[in-house]
């Protein structure tokens, strides 16, 4: 038999304290924009307590497949071969067969959490398999991959995406063309033809063009504002652009020059969102350091608040323990709102800041009192979930009580001890 034992502490705090209200979410939405959102990737979710914040639905409405619906091997195995008549025999079966399920993980997650899912990425240089990148095309027979590619992945997500990024990083820094074998093969008319067939496999989704450095004026940005009208001139639909905005500390655009650079995309008549952002510095962290970070997330955050064509803003996953930035920038990181330790940062007050929000920091000098349910065993043995196990939600048969911690909840459908 069970006992429930209540103990009661009092506790007289002179920590420091963070006070939060609503989170950036709802702050988000209390501003006007659709969502705040963070991107996150298939290895990370078996982490429970990363788990819980990116389903706290306080900070978070929206989610980004970091890489699971990327052209890869991993992701569509052959899956560019199956157009190309000539090596269709070739294929392994196994070769030939799409693979959903990373994708299908974080669709799942998005809609059981209720966040709106944007969805990345269907024309990209990058991750592509050799054979695709390096392989024997003509305009016809690259057209016709790229668009069974289009078609079958955009239904296979019909109706459980916000948005798509259509296509992705189509510019080198100067505005030109990448190139790229689209672009090799097909010219720049890859991009309203990739455009168009996403529009008839899913008319109701929101269809961007996504890009890097083009988070303020000059040649990139007009480059995709190019894009932009050239997709248009077309006749398809391009519904909006994405600002990757992966930023430095201290050389982060200042909130005026993102506004003007904002101003000149609304213009286009396109709704416009930070898709990818985070604000890298030089390691060691130091205070000076994200002080200035919180400075840029604010002045980043605050150009999307002002600009009623932004529709919201997201992070490149929320924590610097799952950033991509130190595997790819040698001795740069820390550039995420959240720690390595899942400890929100100045950054997150910044944000905060931005949308309106309400942390306060200050000393506790009050007492405040923590209720600790434990369960004791007849036994008199103390049991009781884990530390980060979960302690409840919808359909959840499991133990209800913490051996430490407290239960919280994050949704209907999961609790867990923190
Ligand atoms: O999953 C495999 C794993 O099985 C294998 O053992 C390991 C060995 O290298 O690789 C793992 O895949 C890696 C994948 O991330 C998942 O972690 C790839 O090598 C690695 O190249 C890949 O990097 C991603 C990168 O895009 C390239 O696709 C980053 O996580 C991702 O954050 C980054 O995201 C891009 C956006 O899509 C576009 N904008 C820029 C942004 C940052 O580079």
């Known amino acids: 038999m069970v006992q429930l034992k209540k103990i009661t502490l009092v506790l007289a705090s002179v920590l420091p304290q963070w006070v939060y209200g609503a989170g950036l979410h709802a702050s988000a939405v209390a501003k006007g924009k659709l969502y705040f959102g963070s991107a996150t990737d298939n290895g990370e979710l078996t982490d429970a307590a990363y788990l819980a914040q990116l389903s706290n639905t306080d900070d978070f409405g929206q989610i980004t497949p970091g890489n699971a619906q990327k052209v890869s091997e991993a992701n569509f195995p052959g899956f560019w071969r199956k157009t190309d008549c000539i090596q269709w025999d070739s294929i392994e079966p196994t070769q030939g067969t799409f693979s959903y399920t990373k994708g299908d993980v974080i669709a799942d997650l998005a809609a059981k959490n209720g966040q709106k899912l944007r969805c990345h990425t269907l024309v990209w240089h990058s991750q592509l398999p050799n054979w695709v990148s390096s392989g024997t095309w003509t305009n016809e027979t690259l057209i016709a991959a790229m668009k069974n590619h289009i078609t079958n992945v955009v239904t296979h997500y019909k109706g459980k995406c916000y948005a798509w990024d259509v296509v992705n990083e189509a510019l080198n820094e100067d505005g030109t063309y990448r190139t790229n074998i689209f672009y090799q093969t097909i010219g720049e008319a890859y991009l309203p033809i990739a455009f168009a067939t996403a529009a008839a496999a899913d008319p109701d989704v929101k269809l961007y063009y996504n890009d890097y450095n083009i988070e303020s004026s000059g040649s990139k940005s007009t480059g995709a504002q190019q894009i932009i009208k050239l997709v248009q001139q077309y006749g398809a639909k391009i519904d909006g652009v994405g600002l990757q905005a992966h930023l430095i500390v201290g050389s982060t655009p200042s909130q005026s020059a993102q506004a003007t650079n904002l101003a000149a995309f609304a213009a286009l008549g396109v709704d416009i969102a930070y898709t990818e952002l985070d604000i890298r510095m030089t390691l060691p962290s130091t205070a000076a350091l994200l002080a200035q970070q919180s400075t840029d997330y604010k002045n980043t955050v605050a150009a999307c608040v002002a600009n009623t064509k932004c529709v919201g803003v997201t992070i490149w996953d929320y924590t610097d323990k799952y950033s991509w930035v130190p ?17 929100k940062k100045p950054a997150y007050d910044g944000i905060l800041s931005a949308l309106g929000g309400t942390a306060s920091a200050g000393t506790t000098t009050t007492a405040a009192t923590v209720v600790t349910t434990t369960t ?11 530390l980060y196990g979960q302690c409840g939600g919808s359909g959840w048969t499991g133990g209800t009580t913490c051996a430490s911690g407290s239960c919280k909840v994050f949704n209907q459908w999961y609790s867990q001890c923190l």
């Open 327 to 343: 595997s790819v920038f040698s001795g740069q990181g820390a550039a995420l709102p959240w720690d390595e330790n899942l400890a």
């Open 376 to 386: 004791t065993a007849s036994s008199g043995t103390t049991t009781g979930v884990a």
